[in-house]
């Protein structure tokens, strides 16, 4: 075995986990998960048989990842955040044929107890904020906070605020690494 798995862990035969990858106590991934290299599965994550985790992906303690959601390389998932698979779901009616597929691009940020409506993309290097909730498509690089979440400013890939307003154009620099980005007509994209 490659990966780290606790001994409390299960791992349906079938499920493939890469190198370095760690699987903590309580986790449940199903036989026809497929999870990179270098990704950290907190106490108490379930991980569903249609489900794709990139490289370097950490989900942090007690969130589940259900069939349809596809993560890329180096997303985070935050404590107890929220994913669904169905738009409308009820108990009495079968559904399992609906599931809307979710997707979340390179080096997003999902803040802990925030809900992604399924069927939505989540651009590149997005931040969701802490308990927001989710229910369209999310711009590359967006700050996006409240309920429902609205974009309220930008983020560098680093993680820091990018002073830019949310719709003309400009450039700004990332405080921490000096890294520049641009804004054209709402669009922002790094120029490094």
């Given at each position: 075995?490659?990966?780290?798995?606790?001994d409390?862990?299960?791992?349906?035969?079938g499920?493939?986990?890469?190198?370095g990858?760690?699987?903590w106590?309580?986790?449940?991934?199903?036989?026809?998960?497929?999870?990179?290299k270098?990704?950290s599965?907190?106490?108490?994550?379930?991980v569903?048989n249609?489900?794709?985790?990139?490289?370097?992906?950490?989900?942090?303690?007690?969130?589940?990842v259900?069939?349809?959601v596809s993560?890329?390389e180096?997303?985070?998932?935050?404590?107890?955040?929220v994913f669904?698979?169905v738009?409308?779901?009820?108990?009495?009616?079968?559904?399992?044929d609906e599931?809307r597929?979710?997707l979340v691009?390179?080096g997003?940020?999902?803040g802990?107890?925030?809900t992604?409506v399924?069927?939505?993309?989540?651009?590149e290097?997005?931040f969701?904020?802490a308990g927001?909730?989710?229910n369209?498509?999310?711009?590359?690089?967006?700050?996006m906070a409240?309920?429902?979440?609205?974009?309220?400013?930008?983020?560098?890939?680093?993680g820091?605020?990018?002073?830019?307003?949310?719709?003309?154009?400009?450039?700004a620099?990332?405080?921490?690494?000096g890294?520049r980005?641009?804004?054209?007509?709402?669009?922002?994209?790094?120029?490094d």
């Amino acid at each position: 075995m490659s990966y780290y798995r606790h001994d409390s862990a299960i791992v349906d035969e079938g499920a493939e986990i890469g190198e370095g990858s760690r699987v903590w106590h309580f986790v449940h991934v199903c036989g026809g998960a497929r999870i990179g290299k270098g990704v950290s599965l907190g106490q108490n994550v379930f991980v569903g048989n249609k489900v794709v985790i990139g490289d370097a992906c950490k989900v942090q303690n007690n969130v589940s990842v259900y069939d349809d959601v596809s993560l890329e390389e180096g997303v985070f998932c935050g404590p107890s955040m929220v994913f669904t698979n169905v738009y409308n779901p009820r108990s009495l009616v079968e559904r399992k044929d609906e599931y809307r597929p979710t997707l979340v691009k390179r080096g997003a940020t999902l803040g802990a107890n925030c809900t992604i409506v399924c069927g939505i993309t989540i651009g590149e290097y997005a931040f969701v904020a802490a308990g927001a909730v989710v229910n369209r498509d999310v711009k590359p690089y967006a700050l996006m906070a409240g309920v429902p979440a609205r974009q309220i400013g930008w983020m560098s890939r680093h993680g820091e605020r990018i002073d830019l307003p949310l719709t003309g154009s400009g450039e700004a620099s990332c405080a921490a690494t000096g890294t520049r980005y641009r804004l054209d007509d709402g669009a922002l994209s790094c120029l490094d």
